[in-house]
């Protein structure tokens, strides 16, 4: 079984514009993720699956200078563009991570192929880790299969595809002394820069090797850190409310 790190990335941000490729201790962002997932020798390969859009020509060149792969896809379509990356690169099993979120639950992915291995499930969720943290395991056959029953072109939010009547659908435990439900720790405004830049600069430049427990002991000790950013998460949930739209999906005579 091939295992593929698919980063899904895009330059389009307006909240905080090019958020992807601003710098902390001189490395971007997108970088600090890819050097963070490189702790993880499990997986086979690390892939940033971006658009052909040319504003998202950058994010190619930080890959090729990383030694990691680039795949280009849909701009929309999400999914697709995650299934079109694992076909190209022989992906069995994607472990899907959002490039704004630099300092992803690494060190918890070797529990997700071993509950993967255990259960089979299509899809796999790490929600009680704190926001920014978690990330998704997706089987690649599952995802051939949203793609054949989905309508919509758009899915830029995807979850609710993997319906429970139709998937194995689970969610990983997290150690209760690591659920921390106001911690935020990933990239959407101004003040979630500044929340990084700070935590960094404490931390010093090896921040990205520090494990999740670690990382939230720190910050358990210094709730100035936490506060930086805090009051965001009532705006992005707001934002993303607004943006979830009614699954569409297709009715079996409509499917291939």
Request: aromatic share 10%.
């Amino acid at each position: 079984m091939k295992i593929g790190f698919l980063i899904t990335a895009r330059m389009k941000s307006t909240r905080l514009p090019l958020k992807l490729t601003l710098k902390i201790h001189n490395r971007e962002i997108i970088a600090l993720m890819i050097d963070r997932l490189k702790l993880c020798s499990s997986v086979d390969e690390i892939i940033i699956a971006t658009s052909t859009n040319s504003q998202d020509d950058v994010l190619c060149q930080i890959a090729k200078r990383e030694h990691v792969k680039c795949f280009r896809g849909s701009e929309a379509d999400v999914l697709e563009r995650l299934y079109m990356a694992a076909q190209y690169y022989k992906i069995d099993y994607i472990i899907n991570v959002t490039a704004d979120c630099p300092l992803v639950g690494y060190d918890f992915i070797d529990d997700m192929i071993k509950e993967y291995q255990k259960t089979g499930a299509d899809l796999i969720r790490t929600f009680d880790l704190p926001h920014g943290f978690y990330f998704y395991g997706i089987k690649v056959e599952a995802l051939k299969k949203v793609l054949e029953i989905k309508e919509e072109k758009d899915t830029e939010i995807w979850g609710d595809y993997f319906t429970p009547e139709r998937f194995i659908v689970i969610k990983m435990s997290t150690p209760k002394e690591l659920i921390r439900e106001n911690y935020r720790l990933t990239l959407d405004y101004p003040e979630d820069y500044e929340f990084f830049l700070a935590l960094f600069e404490a931390l010093g430049k090896d921040t990205y090797k520090k494990s999740t427990a670690e990382i939230i002991k720190f910050l358990d000790l210094h709730p100035e850190i936490v506060k930086i950013n805090q009051h965001c998460a009532e705006l992005f949930k707001a934002r993303f409310s607004s943006q979830k739209k009614s699954i569409k999906l297709k009715t079996k005579s409509e499917q291939k």
